[in-house]
């Protein structure tokens, strides 16, 4: 167990429709990264939040955005999904300075 | 930009047999690289990381990973597999600003019994 605890497990959804993943870090973590788990495009660096801003953009999608709020946990919205959005969505936190990311268990995405 | 190759898809050794995995980088600077596995249904385990210094790693499950700076690579080697051991193992390379991690495509890893 890496103490990092993302929400749901599992989420089936239709095309179109809007998404909330969670993610709370490990007790002390500041930064919260997001990775997403595909079949054709392997696992991709989505955003990173460190203690509340945006530190860094990867390959996200302008139908997807992310937050960490207050109390450093995170959630990544997805919008307007497609068929192709389907994958594995992981979090993964850090200390910061740190650069040994923990993941979660991830959170499995159905569009259907 | 930086990127991460591990050239074998899948790969099936027998129990007890030795593992080598093989992950070859590129990347401007010294990079900072690590090895995670993915068991079924599972997320991502560290396995080891290399930051600077020794460059024969040791890590965890008794894998070790060796830093060849002129081969660009940083392969993971297990003496003797498990059949535990059968799961899915990226390698990654840090930018070296504490954010975000590029991935290989993975190497499925089967174990004989």
């Known amino acids: 167990d890496s103490g990092v605890t993302q929400t749901p497990k599992h989420l089936i959804t239709a095309t179109g429709q809007r998404v909330t993943l969670r993610c709370s870090p490990r007790s002390g973590d500041l930064s919260v990264y997001w990775y997403q788990q595909s079949l054709d495009q392997g696992l991709q660096f989505l955003i990173q939040?460190?203690?509340?801003?945006?530190?860094a953009k990867g390959n996200i999608l302008e139908r997807f955005s992310a937050q960490q709020f207050p109390d450093l946990h995170s959630e990544l919205n997805l919008s307007s999904l497609e068929l192709g959005d389907s994958a594995l969505y992981f979090c993964?936190?850090?200390?910061?300075?740190?650069?040994?990311?923990?993941f979660g268990p991830g959170t499995r995405l159905t569009v259907l | 930009a930086q990127s991460v190759t591990q050239p074998d898809i899948h790969i099936t050794v027998s129990e007890g047999a030795s593992l080598e995995l093989r992950c070859n980088y590129s990347y401007g600077a010294t990079p900072y690289l690590f090895w995670y596995v993915q068991s079924p249904g599972q997320g991502l385990q560290l396995l080891l990381k290399?930051?600077?210094?020794?460059?024969l790693v040791q890590g965890i499950k008794g894998f070790e990973a060796e830093f060849k700076r002129s081969q660009s690579s940083f392969n993971l080697r297990k003496p003797s597999v498990h059949w535990s051991d059968a799961a899915e193992y990226f390698c990654?390379?840090?930018?070296?600003?504490?954010?975000?991690?590029?991935f290989g495509g993975g190497t499925r890893l089967m174990v004989k019994p």
């Open positions: 990654a390379v840090d930018n070296n600003a504490g954010n975000m991690l590029t």
């Open positions: 290399y930051f600077s210094g020794d460059t």
């Open positions: 939040y460190y203690n509340g801003e945006e530190r």
């Open positions: 993964a936190s850090s200390q910061g300075a740190d650069n040994e990311q923990f």
